[in-house]
């Protein structure tokens, strides 16, 4: 195989990215018939043969089969890529005996035309009542209705022969053998440069094994058993006796019992179905047998469909009652997902057959009144299960149907036949009974008896509702159309009122302020509440329109005499338009109608009277047009016909409010882009009725005539921002679009350049808001960055009103908020923001609170994705960043913040949403450091507190360095009002999941000067000191001598010197004739000053053993009377105040600093001594801890030792 040489240096391009040519050596193997083709015209790809000397001639074709054994050289060129434009089928036939295959192993040909797709084709060819088997060597298979993930398509069609749907399989599932009988065939599909394995299978042959099934069907019951003759071929025979009786394609089956069923294939489930039809007889009471039953296991494994054939006399109605899950009704070709269909059908006395089809899990119970004879059917699916009762059935006599009306005075009512169903009369009782099967009209104003000889007259029957108004001799005005909503509300009706005033006079009618829109006759209303006005002439009955609620229309005024009509279908909710009805002025036009064009982009359609049909001689009709203001309109006709006049002639007058008057004809040339009210007068003449008369359809298209403001906005730059802009007012003029798409809200995504139109569009009636995304997916990844609101397209009309940052983070992240300022203030009852700006921070769309600069929080850490947003007066006037934004490790805490208190005013603080309440399950901390000399007092000045349904509420106080809890108190718990805390300290909250109420707290925190007492109580503290010393001395110089001579070695340090140890000969004296031991004084700058003085030794210690104050013990030397010397402690360190303690440091307590091994072993090791001189000596001995640091003494703790 090589490619073709003009295209040899591009090599593997045209392979896998372009079109070009191949040409490779083929040579199929015995038995296998190879086909190349390709669906593109022979113009644009060939499969061409190679031959001759040099390989000189070609012959090129669309479709090329090869022959076996046989190698040929293939040329292989297209103008499309080639594994696209080509298939490739290698077809072999499995012939098979009774008992053998051959071949027995199924094989392919691995290596030809892999560049191709490729279809592995294998036809079964077997003698009858033989199946052949072939074992999937490998993988097995599963059954699908998609295409393979791995691109090896099986395919399994029964038989070639029919077109039948093929099954299909893939790899990995349990499918190890595929039985097929003859004519079957079998494909494997794979794409380009997939490796085929050389064997796929093993065939093997045998008898086909049929099916025997044991029937009995009862007297009442039909079976037919059918197959669909393109299935494969299946015979079915009945044994009874010694000879069977076989059928190929159907077998009907009645009263047998224990009749044997022999099927003629394995799986005759799969091609044969089963009707199972009973028969049921109903008198005008009752019904034999009155159950609907079936035979649950009958054929359970094949298709069925179960038929009950109900015989039900004349006036006689059965009910049909179905237990268990109801049914639902499904209309057209709707089909029921479970594969279990209902249908029901009955049989008219004309021959009509009506029916209806349900599907299970409905709220249907019951089928009433049935009329005719009825066939109940269900279809059930394979395997389907039943239950042995279906239904039930009952008969009555055919019901007549009683109704009591009571018309309003000058109304009749007329009820009139629309179906064709037989047998079914109206009928009234006045006092006399009457009866109509076609017509009946009722009169008296009076209580009215009706009765119906069938149970559904609204089938059958129409109302009409007719009042007469007359207005000749009476004053006509207000709320005189009503429609009676109460008779008959589930027939068709149609509400009429004929109107006559005096003959020069006009009727008008005044519609709500919403209107009334005009459509074609033969149209119908949305709402399904349609209006038309006939106008009575001499001549004949002229229809204005027909209308529907909400339009353009708003009066209506017709000359002399006319008839308005609603129609409303049965069991539609009345609900008719509140029009008003009133005598109009005197005029010669046949109508007039008021139109209210509506602001913005809008087409209106009106047509004449009696449309498509012919608008009546010598009569006029006109338009009063209202048109908003800043807007032009413009006719446009768009249907017309002109008539033949006899005198006169058609014309079309516009009348503006100047009175000014032009004439135009239907083809001239229409008023276009004008502004202001106008009238549109249309005139006909006297025509020749044989021809087709006047007819128009035009519309009134309006449109605004300001100049709209353009911008085109381009975030492409913008990394992550996105625009939204909305109306804040119900402005109707106001019109937006984005791309020419009128839009109430526009939003330009990120990333994307969009054109934008405003029109009529006050700025102060829109707002513009921005947001932009941070999303950090690994916090060692993520720097540090800070809020800036990025500058918008200056060619927006609309100032900029808040810019939203979300920022996302990872579950081990948290984000570290600082004031670029140096703090931040929160905006709470009574120390709101001054600021010309407040940024609002918000966890998952619950609102954290709203924060300005220049306040005592330092810092803000938050272990949830947060979104922040910027308000300003003026984001123009605004210069550099809002907050400087960090990651960090996750924090035990949802909230923490870092505070420093002022000593000018109480400091409040309040829980995250105050006052709605914090998240359930979120806690929140205040790092609350304390100038020195200085204490705080706490007050809980709001605390609510809600009914938990799971955990607890919580309040914690400690001290900075403290394990002790100063406040611990749950939801259940009492809460003192003030707490005093001697130094800085931290403040957590925690919520529980809340049953009821929310949990919120707001505290106050007023900072109280401390009395310098330190001198006195270290002076006190060193003496007591002292005088425990020599006590001790003195308990163990008695002891010793107790104890004789009994001694342990021991070792002393001296700084300078030698190691003595005792009895050794350099020590003359005993231990308890010398003082060697006792010392007046233990400065430790001089026993461990050298070590201290190492650079090394700070560096070694633990983290929580750093930066912490001590003292060292001295012989007091100073005053003992008077007045104690003033100790001057250093001022706030304000650098050192704006650190920030390390979460994992400030929260988890730390290691215990007493050993964990035992101290008289060898291996115990004390990491105090790692680096001190004396870890090379040990003692046996228990540690003797000296405290050199007064209990008292308030530690100036640092950030390094927390």
Known sequence: MRLCATRALLGLLFLFDTSGCLRTAVRPDKGSIVTVSTPLPLAQCAVCTVSGVNDTQTSCHS???????????????????????YTVTISQTIECTKDTCSPTT???????????????????????????????????LVQTSRPCSDGFQYSVLTSTTNS????????????????????????????PKARVESVLFKASAGPIKGRTMVITADSGVSVVVSRDPAEPECDVCTIDGSTPNCSPTVKRLSNVKKLTLEFGCPKPEDVYSVKVQRKMECTTSSCSPSVGAADPELFKDFKRSLIWDIGVPERTVVTLDFPGDGLREIYGAE??????QYSVSTTRSDGAIKTNSYCKGGTLSQLNHLLGPTTVAIEVPKGGDLDQTIFNVKAEPRGSRMMSVTPDPHTVIIISRVGSEPDCSVCVKTPKQTCNSKRLRISDPGHTSVEFTCPQPQDIFTVEINRQIDCTATACSGDIVQAESSLFPDFNRTFTWDLKVVATRTFQLDFPETGMRQIPKDETCPDKHTYSLVTYLRTGPADIGTFCREGTVTTILARYKGRVSLEVPADSKMNPVDFKLNVGPETSMLATINVNLPRGVSDTDFITANYPGSFPDNQQVQWNFTVPGMHNYTMKFHKHTAPECINNDVEVEYQKEDNKVTKVSLTDPQPQHQQGNFNMLLKNCETNTTLQGLSLKYSVSVMRSGHPVLCTVDLTKQQGVSLQIEKITSDPYCEMSIDSQVREKIIVAAGTKVSLSFLDCPNEDLRLTANKVIACQSVASCPATSLNVPKLDACLPMPLHSFTWHISIPEDGTVDLVSPTGSLHQSLPGQGCNQTFSLNLADEDVSVGDFCFDGIIQKIQMHTNISITATARDFSKTSGPFLN?????????????RVIPRTSSPTLLATPNWPQGMKPSSTVSWIVDLP??????IEFVNVSQPKCQDWHTGITVKMLGYERELLSRREDEGLEKTLLVPNSFYLNMSNCIPEEGHFGVMAKIILEKTSNSLPLILGIAGACLLLLIVLVIVCVILKKKKKGKMKKDSSIYLGKGNIFRPGDSHFTKTRADNNSHIYSSIDDTVVYGNLLNKAGYADNLPDHLKGIQVDAYHTFTGPTDGQLPVINEPELDTERDKLFLDPSDTFIPSRPRTPIDRQDSLGFQDRRMMDNELYTFKSTGDINTIQLIDADKRWQVSEDSL
């Open 63 to 85: 479709s090329l089969t090869l022959v076996p054994e046989v190698e040929v050289k293939l040329l292989f060129n297209c103008s499309q890529p080639l594994e696209l434009s």
């Open 106 to 140: 199924v094989q392919t040909q691995p290596s030809i035309l892999t560049e191709f797709s490729r279809t592995f084709s294998y036809d079964v060819k077997a003698p009858e009542k033989t199946v052949v088997s072939l074992d999937i060597l490998g993988e097995g």
């Open 164 to 191: 039948g749907v093929p099954t299909e399989y893939c790899h990995g599932g349990s499918v190890t053998s595929l039985d097929l009988v003859s004519q079957a065939g079998v494909s494997l599909k794979v794409q």
């Open 335 to 340: 089909k029921c997902l479970d594969g279990y």
């Open 885 to 897: 934004v960090s990651f960090s490790q996750d924090i035990p805490e949802t909230i923490i913040y």
């Open 932 to 937: 020195s000399q200085y204490q705080a007092s």
